[in-house]
């Protein structure tokens, strides 16, 4: 069964403070991996989208890192800001599907 | 951005009665899903379409229908509201940034709230 598990479930931090989140997943054959910002009674932005081939992507702040032997991905944020704060969604694809699987999500937290 | 609209955005109902769901996008896209979004459980696929009157169940369609008489518009449709279908629900499309299915970025609407009292 394709799974996508994200950790931590929660996080906080203080503004200007760099953080990691993980998510590691069993989905096959893989096609893609994105991660989306979830802003509190939105729906999910995508952030990056990353295919087999990509070992890192970068979008302002954020960069993804793939390691597709591991299925291992993280997101790094730097210097974060209020504005960060948000839920933080890893959906990976599988080639031939048009069903993603969804992570369920990491809470950040970003404190003044 | 991708122009996706839903509507209602919130809505209350009871036990019972049906109710539909309008998701709208403006930008031609063939694909297009129903998600409902609960704490503790992420987003779940409820259907999705391929399609004009091309529908397909996803992981938690049961109560649940769908139809798509155009490409602009995907209706969700409980047919008897029930206390857990309480939950919040995004219409999403998707396009081929780059001509395939690798590339896909899947473009989300400002979600429905709905309360099945």
């Known amino acids: 069964k394709n799974q996508v598990e994200q950790s931590p479930q929660s996080l906080i931090i203080l503004e200007g403070k760099n953080c990691t989140l993980q998510?590691?997943?069993?989905?096959?054959?893989?096609?893609?991996l994105r991660w989306y910002k979830q802003d509190t009674g939105r729906g999910p932005v995508s952030l990056t989208i990353?295919?087999?081939?990509?070992n890192t992507k970068s979008n302002g702040r954020y960069t993804a890192t793939l390691d597709a032997d591991t299925k291992q991905s993280s997101l790094h944020i730097t210097a974060s800001q209020l504005s960060d704060s948000a839920s933080y969604i890893c959906?990976?694809?599988?080639?031939?599907?048009?069903?993603?699987?969804f992570g369920r999500g990491t809470s950040l937290i970003v404190h003044p | 951005d991708a122009g996706i609209t839903q509507s209602p955005r919130h809505k209350v109902t009871e036990t019972g009665t049906p109710v539909t769901l309008r998701c709208h996008q403006t930008?031609?896209?063939?694909?297009m899903y129903w998600y409902r979004q609960d704490p503790g459980h992420g987003l779940r696929l409820i259907h999705y379409?391929?399609?004009?009157?091309?529908?397909d169940k996803g992981e938690v369609s049961d109560g649940y229908s769908v139809s798509r008489s155009k490409t602009e518009d995907f209706l969700l449709t409980l047919e008897s509201a029930t206390s857990s279908q309480t939950s919040v629900y995004f219409c999403?499309?998707?396009?081929?940034?780059?001509?395939?299915?690798?590339?896909?970025?899947?473009?989300f609407g400002p979600g429905t709230r709905l309360l099945v009292l």
């Open positions: 930008e031609n896209h063939r694909y």
């Open positions: 999403a499309i998707s396009e081929s940034t780059s001509g395939t299915q690798t590339q896909e970025t899947q473009y």
């Open positions: 959906v990976v694809k599988s080639g031939g599907s048009y069903i993603p699987t």
């Open positions: 998510c590691n997943y069993t989905v096959s054959p893989f096609s893609n």
């Open positions: 990353m295919t087999f081939s990509e």
């Open positions: 379409s391929y399609g004009v009157k091309d529908t």
